[in-house]
């Protein structure tokens, strides 16, 4: 009889995660358009816990884009557009061995709906590319990353409107005709999931313009079903050897406690969860999801076709992962909601500890799709000092040797665990909050909320300890 392994496959993929708009900046160079993310200000006068980026309107839409005076940290980033050889070579020696980055839409077709890409962004992804390799990490692109161009939102109707599953299609395509030879790990939308937190960010749908702001978010979820579906089956008919996948934020909920009613609340919360992967690696629609369209009014618009397209399914699951939330009979009455567990710590932003949950999660989503799981995000953001040119980051250590060890745990429970990819291995803009003040790294950029700052570059003491837990492929967590 086969035992259960006692440490993570040798081939193990040990990797850093970004997005485009929140490293890159220049983000009007080279042809680029303004894409959602460009919109996003820093909103210094609210509290830690409060800073977040939720629906917008039509006319705050127009206000951003004019808006030259206002502070958008993510048209600067931390200027990765111009550092990336630098910062990739400090990451490489951690031991990097994958890198997970974002693909500006709005750098490859301006308004989004051209029929021709810009050159100049592409070759900029051709550099990027070509540099990860070079550093001896594989590459893993997220095709779209909050950065629709932001044309899209204003001219069309975001996700909500049909005339996008075209324009992501065409998208797609070109990012798989021109990296398919370098780039074999895909996800074609990140956190695909996010329709109650950062909706407007992940579909475009202006607040104002939808009589039924719900009906119109899963409307636009289809679209993009749809869209996923049609890359999908384009990318494995072409390149047999690309791997597409499907990604979550987070997942499943606990219920509240042992009650009935909870329980069955949070079952049903789950299954809406779950729902996304269901249709991206099952193809079809389940029932449940049929009965919550129902019971919340939702009448979904099907074209011709799209249940055939659906059957184009996907080849792995990822999730990022901070912390697993509570559902109770009320909470899911109220939309479906879901909330911090009060029994446990959190950060100065309300974002929990819990380790434990990582494990969880991992069984639950292997039991359910036995197929390769990666692990796209996990970190948490601190607010990191700098004492004599050094960042004692202890509380950083602790928390990844935490969820490392849980990680540890699901693989001998026998979950097929292919990545690790930490969130902003080096320190990036928020993007929930849009500040530097909140950092994930374990390489500290020298900039402030306000883009003031030296840009330097400083590994913090949880970088030599990464350095080595990669090194010993997991086993080193001291």
């Given at each position: 009889?086969?035992?259960?392994?006692?440490g993570?496959?040798?081939?193990?993929?040990?990797?850093?995660?970004?997005a485009?708009?929140q490293?890159?900046?220049?983000?009007?160079?080279?042809?680029?358009?303004?894409?959602?993310?460009?919109?996003?200000?820093?909103?210094g006068d609210?509290?830690?816990e409060?800073?977040?980026?939720?629906?917008?309107?039509?006319?705050?839409?127009?206000?951003?884009?004019?808006d030259?005076?206002g502070?958008?940290?993510?048209?600067?980033?931390?200027?990765?557009?111009?550092t990336?050889p630098e910062?990739?070579?400090?990451?490489?020696?951690?031991?990097?061995?994958?890198?997970?980055?974002?693909?500006?839409?709005a750098?490859i077709?301006?308004?989004?709906?051209?029929?021709?890409?810009?050159g100049e962004?592409?070759?900029?992804y051709?550099?990027?590319?070509?540099?990860?390799?070079?550093?001896?990490?594989e590459?893993?692109?997220?095709?779209?990353?909050?950065?629709?161009p932001?044309?899209?939102?204003?001219?069309?109707?975001?996700?909500?409107?049909?005339?996008?599953?075209?324009?992501?299609?065409?998208?797609?395509?070109?990012l798989?005709?021109?990296?398919h030879?370098?780039?074999?790990?895909?996800i074609?939308?990140?956190?695909?999931?996010?329709?109650?937190?950062?909706?407007?960010?992940?579909?475009?749908?202006?607040?104002d313009?939808?009589?039924?702001?719900l009906?119109?978010?899963?409307?636009?979820?289809?679209?993009?079903?749809?869209?996923?579906?049609?890359?999908?089956?384009?990318?494995h008919?072409?390149?047999?050897?690309?791997?597409?996948?499907?990604?979550?934020?987070?997942?499943?909920?606990?219920?509240?406690?042992?009650?009935?009613?909870n329980?069955?609340?949070?079952?049903?919360?789950?299954?809406?969860?779950?729902?996304?992967?269901?249709?991206?690696?099952?193809?079809?629609?389940?029932?449940?999801?049929?009965?919550?369209?129902?019971?919340?009014?939702?009448?979904?618009?099907?074209?011709?076709?799209?249940?055939?397209?659906?059957?184009?399914?996907?080849?792995?699951?990822?999730?990022?992962?901070?912390?697993?939330?509570?559902?109770?009979?009320?909470?899911?009455?109220q939309?479906?909601?879901?909330?911090?567990?009060?029994?446990?710590?959190?950060?100065?932003?309300?974002?929990?500890?819990?380790?434990?949950?990582?494990?969880?999660?991992l069984?639950?989503f292997?039991?359910r799709y036995?197929c390769?799981?990666?692990?796209?995000?996990?970190?948490?953001?601190?607010?990191?000092?700098?004492?004599?040119g050094?960042?004692?980051?202890?509380?950083?250590?602790d928390?990844?040797?935490?969820?490392?060890?849980?990680?540890?745990?699901?693989?001998?429970?026998?979950?097929?665990?292919?990545?690790?990819?930490?969130w902003?291995p080096?320190?990036?803009?928020?993007?929930?909050s849009?500040?530097?003040?909140?950092?994930?790294?374990?390489?500290?950029?020298?900039?402030?909320?306000?883009?003031?700052?030296?840009?330097?570059?400083?590994?913090?003491?949880?970088?030599e300890?990464?350095?080595?837990?990669?090194?010993?492929n997991?086993?080193?967590?001291?």
């Amino acid at each position: 009889m086969n035992k259960s392994p006692k440490g993570f496959p040798e081939d193990f993929l040990w990797g850093g995660a970004i997005a485009a708009n929140q490293a890159e900046g220049a983000f009007d160079v080279d042809g680029k358009g303004m894409c959602i993310a460009d919109i996003n200000a820093f909103q210094g006068d609210l509290p830690l816990e409060k800073r977040c980026n939720l629906e917008m309107d039509t006319s705050q839409i127009k206000a951003a884009m004019a808006d030259q005076e206002g502070n958008y940290p993510k048209r600067r980033g931390i200027g990765f557009y111009y550092t990336y050889p630098e910062d990739l070579k400090l990451l490489a020696e951690m031991g990097l061995k994958s890198f997970r980055f974002s693909v500006n839409w709005a750098r490859i077709f301006p308004n989004g709906d051209e029929e021709e890409p810009n050159g100049e962004g592409l070759a900029f992804y051709d550099r990027l590319i070509d540099e990860i390799i070079k550093n001896g990490m594989e590459p893993m692109i997220t095709i779209s990353h909050y950065e629709m161009p932001l044309h899209l939102t204003t001219a069309y109707n975001g996700w909500y409107s049909r005339e996008l599953v075209d324009f992501f299609y065409r998208y797609c395509c070109v990012l798989f005709d021109r990296f398919h030879d370098r780039v074999k790990l895909w996800i074609p939308v990140n956190q695909i999931n996010m329709i109650h937190f950062e909706s407007f960010n992940h579909l475009g749908i202006a607040g104002d313009r939808a009589e039924n702001l719900l009906q119109a978010k899963y409307q636009g979820i289809h679209h993009e079903f749809v869209a996923c579906a049609m890359a999908a089956g384009y990318a494995h008919s072409r390149y047999p050897d690309l791997k597409i996948g499907v990604m979550l934020c987070g997942g499943p909920a606990s219920p509240k406690d042992s009650g009935p009613e909870n329980v069955l609340a949070a079952v049903r919360h789950n299954q809406m969860e779950y729902f996304y992967s269901d249709v991206a690696l099952r193809g079809y629609y389940p029932g449940y999801a049929l009965r919550f369209f129902e019971d919340n009014g939702i009448e979904l618009q099907f074209a011709d076709g799209d249940e055939e397209i659906l059957k184009n399914t996907a080849d792995f699951f990822s999730f990022s992962y901070y912390y697993m939330k509570v559902c109770d009979e009320e909470s899911f009455r109220q939309g479906n909601r879901t909330y911090r567990n009060p029994s446990l710590s959190a950060n100065e932003w309300g974002w929990s500890l819990d380790p434990v949950g990582l494990r969880t999660m991992l069984n639950l989503f292997y039991d359910r799709y036995q197929c390769p799981i990666y692990i796209t995000e996990n970190g948490m953001g601190f607010c990191d000092s700098v004492e004599q040119g050094q960042i004692q980051d202890t509380y950083r250590i602790d928390y990844y040797r935490a969820h490392i060890e849980q990680m540890r745990e699901a693989v001998r429970d026998g979950v097929d665990l292919r990545g690790y990819y930490a969130w902003g291995p080096i320190d990036i803009v928020s993007c929930s909050s849009s500040e530097m003040t909140k950092r994930y790294g374990f390489i500290y950029v020298d900039y402030d909320d306000y883009g003031k700052g030296t840009g330097k570059r400083i590994r913090k003491a949880s970088y030599e300890w990464m350095r080595n837990v990669i090194r010993s492929n997991g086993e080193d967590l001291n």
